[in-house]
């Protein structure tokens, strides 16, 4: 039988025996030391273009600032690796478009004119660039993530994220003068992974 045709068989057994062999000390080396894989001018290109899709305002701090690009650097250092090439090459596809548009690197564009490219990208006109706006979707999911996800993951810088659409954290419990509605729930400022993160 081929490999791929094999039935997976784990047993819940398994699974909880070999979790036990996990070494703490790697685990905590790896949340130590989070891995990235963009270079500072692909860092830049992102974050020209998440700026523009959450830009910072009067109601608070935009994608750039809630730390949405490292979020999704650490991801495709991670669990988003097999996208790394896909990624890399929309970025360089984004840089392409500007130069052959207005003869300049994206991030040294005027906002205005990041968003006419970025709306091209999004209602598929954006010209040699087939893949714009697969990746254009892909990117704004990801600044998504990295706005409003746990700040453990290297977004949510701060917990802006989560005080913009006033989330206040997750909880074990909830006291009884907490679940009244008559006022907003009091932030609790940790991430559900990591006991010492604020």
């Known amino acids: 039988m081929p490999e791929e045709n094999k039935p997976f068989n784990v047993t819940r057994r398994t699974v909880i025996a070999s979790a036990t062999f996990v070494p703490l000390a790697a685990l905590t080396a790896a949340a130590q030391a989070p891995q990235t894989v963009l270079s500072p001018g692909q860092l830049k290109t992102l974050e020209a273009f998440i700026d523009r899709l959450v830009p910072k305002d009067e109601n608070g701090p935009g994608a750039v600032e809630c730390g949405a690009g490292t979020y999704i650097d650490r991801a495709l250092a991670g669990a988003l690796a097999a996208e790394k090439g896909?990624?890399?090459?929309?970025?360089?596809?984004?840089?392409?478009?500007?130069?052959?548009?207005?003869?300049?690197?994206?991030a040294d564009l005027a906002p205005e004119v990041r968003d006419e490219l970025l709306t091209t990208m999004d209602n598929g006109s954006a010209s040699g660039f087939p893949n714009a706006r697969p990746f254009f979707n892909r990117v704004r999911r990801l600044t998504l993530e990295g706005m409003f996800s746990d700040p453990y993951y290297g977004g949510n810088k701060n917990f802006a994220g989560w005080d913009l659409i006033r989330y206040p954290g997750p909880r074990l419990a909830v006291a009884p003068e907490d679940q009244k509605m008559s006022a907003p729930p009091k932030p609790y400022r940790r991430s559900a992974y990591s006991a010492g993160a604020k």
């Open 86 to 106: 896909t990624f890399l090459g929309g970025l360089a596809g984004v840089d392409t478009l500007a130069r052959a548009t207005h003869n300049a690197a994206f």
